[in-house]
């Protein structure tokens, strides 16, 4: 079962990880967290609706890897716009983001949360070292294969990756390059995503 998800019966997924994996894994989601942000602060007067009716940011993150895990709704068309039509477009984002950002904010926080709640779960449980058996229920393996989702967009982001052919190019680096690490941190993820998307298929 090592580096790979498994099924479990019933539903669910399993996956053998060592302490230097299971820490890497940790320090992501964490640095995932940082990067999304707080919630919203809580309204003063304690309206159950304040936060429903809170709107979020109508302008794109500054940061290419926000940019990256919440993108714009409408991008742009097919060929070169028009001005009216590109403008429109802008808009037509904006009212999206604005009512919608915040609760995916959320769920990516809440998801991250759960990556590192489960990994100082089985942290304890193995407080003799050497790693453990991670077992997540049939909702836990969701959550965990959109976070690894957003850690290998945001790797992918601060690599300059944009389409298949980079990623082949990454496999050609020299060991020296800085890169490197993010490199085999990058492709590590991506097998653990597609080791858990197949134990999620009927």
Do not use: C, H
Not at 20 to 34: D, T
Not at 45 to 50: K, M, R, V, W
Not at 54 to 62: I, N, R, T, V
Not at 95 to 108: I, M, P, S, V
């Amino acid at each position: 079962m090592s580096g790979q998800f498994e099924p479990l019966p019933g539903g669910g997924a399993a996956v053998a990880l060592d302490d230097v994996e299971i820490s890497i894994i940790r320090s992501l989601a964490v640095q995932l967290l940082e990067l999304i942000g707080p919630g919203p602060a809580e309204d003063a007067s304690d309206d159950p609706l304040a936060e429903l009716f809170a709107e979020g940011p109508s302008e794109p993150p500054s940061d290419p890897v926000l940019r990256r895990l919440f993108p714009d709704a409408y991008g742009d068309p097919q060929g070169t716009p028009q001005a009216r039509e590109a403008e429109e477009q802008r808009e037509y984002s904006a009212e999206f983001r604005r009512y919608t950002e915040n609760d995916l904010r959320a769920g990516k926080r809440e998801g991250a949360l759960a990556v590192i709640r489960a990994l100082d779960g089985v942290t304890s449980a193995s407080a003799g070292g050497g790693g453990a058996v991670l077992k997540l229920s049939a909702d836990e393996s969701r959550q965990w294969l959109g976070t690894l989702n957003d850690l290998r967009l945001a790797i992918g982001s601060r690599l300059d990756i944009a389409d298949e052919d980079d990623t082949d190019l990454l496999y050609r680096l020299p060991d020296d390059d800085p890169r490197k690490p993010m490199v085999m941190a990058y492709l590590w993820l991506g097998g653990l995503q597609e080791s858990l998307v197949a134990t999620l298929l009927p």
